[in-house]
């Protein structure tokens, strides 16, 4: 997603140049695009419970560490509750 946004002319946007965008911005998209939000989560906030859910393949995700649980969507609404019921309950997924 990074080299996306980085290869996108936003100069043309009503965006403008990302150089002129305000510091709080690029520093939050920075962050976003160039780390693993639920890895530096979890090194933060180690006793935190994660519970990820995502539409990408299954190839395409790093694997997770054991304290970070994965839901693939499209998921229903007992398949979020059994996974949250996991995460809560702190068995492995």
Do not use: C, F, Q
Not at 8 to 22: E, Y
Not at 39 to 58: C, D, F, H, Q, W
């Amino acid at each position: 997603m990074g080299a996306l946004m980085r290869a996108h002319d936003w100069r043309s946007s009503s965006l403008g140049d990302p150089a002129d965008w305000p510091a709080p911005l690029r520093t939050a998209l920075g962050v976003i695009l160039n780390t693993d939000p639920a890895a530096e989560v979890s090194r933060r906030r180690p006793n935190l419970k994660i519970l990820l859910t995502t539409g990408y393949a299954a190839g395409l995700i790093s694997n997770p560490s054991k304290d970070v649980h994965v839901l693939r969507k499209p998921y229903d609404i007992r398949s979020l509750e059994l996974a949250l019921r996991t995460v809560l309950a702190d068995k492995a997924p």
